[in-house]
């Protein structure tokens, strides 16, 4: 069972990971529409349910019940270097936050 919620987790990771991502490629090249919306919904959703969790991962208790023994408060992606986890929700949180800004001023100016 605690395989499967760290192979959810990273697979979160990596869905939030590329909508990030995504959100930086339209802002450079312009790119709109729907796949845009969904980057930014899943952003969103992800940072909604991050900070209505006191700022945990959600897993984190549930992990800690199967077994997870780690202590430090996060689910190790299993697919990530150990050293990387703990660096996660400042690059990612940073990433996200200033390109959602981003494109808010370029929606701001567009329109």
């Known amino acids: 069972m605690l395989f499967a919620i760290k192979f959810v987790h ?40 991050y900070v209505a969790n006191g700022l945990r991962c959600p897993l984190t208790h549930l992990a800690q019940e199967y077994g997870d023994v780690s202590g430090d408060d996060l689910i190790a992606d299993i697919f990530l270097p150990q050293w990387f986890v703990p660096l996660i929700p400042r690059v990612c949180g940073t990433l996200a936050v200033l390109g959602l ?5 370029r929606v701001v100016l567009a329109g």
């Not at 800004?101 to 001023?105: D, E, I, K, Q, R």
């Open 10 to 49: 990273s697979m979160v990771f990596v869905v939030v990971s590329l909508a990030i991502i995504y959100v930086w490629y339209a802002i450079f090249t312009g790119a709109t529409g729907v796949l845009l919306a969904l980057a930014v919904g899943a952003i969103v959703l992800e940072s909604a349910v």
């Open 101 to 105: 800004l981003v494109l808010a001023v």
